[in-house]
Nanobody, 117 residues
């Protein structure tokens, strides 16, 4: 699978950004989404969306972030509103593939999101 992330940057607290995660694979892309990792912390789930539209969010982003998906383009979008300094992290594009032996998870390159106070 190839995963291409884009859309990170620097924004002031309260601002918005939109991330894109474009996937390419010969297998069915069951889910797309984002994980993030802040300095000194473990990587954590931000949001995922399944091919059927099921969504999962970290509690810390519920009500502020919205994930959507264009299945025709195999691309997921993360709209991030009301950003906070604690959202600062490297955001990693994620895909779960439906392969012959079962589901497998992949992470692509990260994109830096920095929220200034």
């Amino acid at each position: 699978v190839q995963l291409q992330a884009s859309g990170g940057g620097l924004v002031q607290a309260g601002g918005s950004l939109r991330l894109s995660c474009a996937a390419s694979s010969v297998f069915v892309i069951d889910a797309l989404g984002w994980y993030r990792q802040a300095p000194g912390k473990q990587r954590e789930l931000v949001a995922t969306i399944t091919i059927g539209g099921g969504r999962d969010y970290a509690d810390s982003v519920k009500g502020r972030f919205t994930i959507s998906r264009d299945n025709a383009k195999s691309t997921a979008y993360l709209r991030m509103n009301s950003l906070k300094p604690e959202d600062t992290a490297v955001y990693y594009c994620y895909a779960r593939l439906d392969m012959a032996g079962g589901m497998r998870d992949y992470w692509g390159q990260g994109t830096q999101v920095t929220v200034s106070s």
